[in-house]
């Protein structure tokens, strides 16, 4: 089992983000460039095992770039868990589009119509949605684009107290970041 495998059952999560805030990011730009390359030209196992120890070396690129090939399944099985995971330690690293990605990931059961139910009529849950709002509105205060125009959607499909609950927690983790 690789460690990678390991951290994907959040067994190591805190030990991680430790270990990646202590490290100087050393990883050269041409490293992820090549694993961009591998995966822009289908090479998707390349692609993963250069990432994966750029994410180790705290790599923002690599680690984001490495929770989109989860999330499409791009030569890999769909694995939302670990683009979740990953999309998590790239928000905590502030990167403004995994704070967005983050976000979304929360809101994966809104369905086309913005119901707030999924395929399988499952209610999308009170906490996802407050951790939805809150990094989204992370993102939207990083400066992302599409965030502020998402937060306007959400705000218009649930409740004005799940709105005040979601904004007090975006505020207390805009404050404490690594306790989101």
Not at 63 to 75: H, P, R
Not at 113 to 132: A, F, N, P, Y
Not at 143 to 161: C, R, T, Y
């Amino acid at each position: 089992m690789t460690i990678i495998t390991i951290l994907w059952r959040g067994k190591l999560f805190g030990l991680l983000m430790l270990f990646i805030s202590l490290l100087p990011n050393s990883a050269v730009a041409s490293d992820y460039k090549t694993g961009r390359e591998a995966a822009v030209a289908g090479n998707y196992e390349e692609a993963i095992s250069i990432w994966e120890e750029l994410v180790l070396e705290g790599n923002v690129l690599a680690t984001y770039s490495l929770a989109q090939i989860y999330q499409n399944g791009l030569g890999v099985l769909k694995d939302y868990e670990k683009a979740r995971t990953l999309f998590h330690i790239a928000a905590l690293l502030e990167y403004p589009d995994a704070q967005y990605a983050l976000g979304q990931h929360y809101f994966s059961l809104l369905g086309a119509t913005g119901s707030m139910s999924g395929g399988s009529g499952e209610s999308t849950t009170r906490r996802d949605i407050i951790k939805g709002y809150t990094w989204l509105s992370i993102a939207a205060k990083n400066g992302h684009a599409e965030a502020p125009k998402l937060l306007n959607q959400i705000e218009g499909l649930v409740s004005a107290d799940l709105v005040i609950e979601a904004q007090r927690s975006a505020k207390n983790c805009e404050d404490y970041l690594i306790k989101c």
